[in-house]
C-alpha cells in the first residue's frame, strides 16, 4: 500500500470509529406530572414536579434507544425533551419527529423501551395542552426556546399514560 493509500486508509477508519463511537451527551426531561426515563430499557432518571426538569449526563451512540413514560395527574399535561450532544440535538416536537409517541396502554410488548423494538409506525407526539409561558410547564427547560416543545400523544388527553421513544440516529450524536 502507497503512503498515500495508508492514509486514506487511516481516515475512513477515524471516520468509522467515529460513526460507532459512543458520544457524550445531556437528556433533559420535564412533564406535568411525572416521568420515567430509560437509556435501552435501563431507567436512569425520574420526575415528579412539573416545576422542574431533570437532566441526565449519558454516553450515547447511534441505534440506542431513549424511551420516556410519562404519566398525567389531571387538567393540565404535557411532556418535553431534549437529548443534546455537542451541536446536534433531538426535541419532541408536535406532529414532527425525530420522536414518537403512542398511548401507554397500546404498547403490549414491554420491550419497547430497549433496541430492537420497531416503533416505525408510532404516530409522532400530538399537542400538550399548554404552550409556555402558561402554567404547567417547567420555567427554565433547555431548548425549548430553540425547538423543543411540550408534546402527548395521539388519543390521550387528561389523565392518561403516554410512552415516547427516540432512536438515536446521526442527527442527534
Ligand atoms: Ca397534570
Aim: with cysteine.
Amino acid at each position: 500500500m502507497t503512503l498515500t493509500g495508508s492514509i486514506v486508509g487511516a481516515i475512513v477508519l477515524l471516520k468509522l470509529i467515529s460513526i460507532i463511537q459512543a458520544q457524550n451527551a445531556e437528556l433533559y426531561v420535564a412533564a406535568d406530572n411525572l416521568a420515567d426515563v430509560y437509556l435501552n430499557g435501563d431507567l436512569v432518571a425520574k420526575t415528579y414536579d412539573w416545576k422542574n426538569f431533570v437532566s441526565y449526563s449519558l454516553t450515547v451512540k447511534r441505534g440506542d434507544v431513549i424511551a420516556v413514560e410519562a404519566s398525567d395527574l389531571g387538567v393540565v399535561y404535557g411532556v418535553i425533551a431534549a437529548l443534546v450532544s455537542g451541536n446536534k440535538k433531538c426535541v419532541t416536537r408536535v406532529n414532527r419527529g425525530p420522536w414518537r409517541a403512542v398511548l401507554s396502554a397500546n404498547v403490549l410488548n414491554e420491550d419497547w423501551k430497549c433496541k430492537g423494538f420497531d416503533s416505525s409506525l408510532w404516530s409522532f407526539p400530538s399537542a400538550a395542552t399548554v404552550t409556555p409561558p402558561n402554567p404547567g410547564t417547567a420555567p427554565k427547560f433547555p431548548y425549548q426556546s430553540t425547538g423543543a416543545q411540550y408534546v402527548w400523544a395521539r388519543g390521550g388527553g387528561v389523565n392518561y399514560r403516554v410512552a415516547l421513544r427516540l432512536v438515536v440516529t446521526s442527527a442527534c450524536v
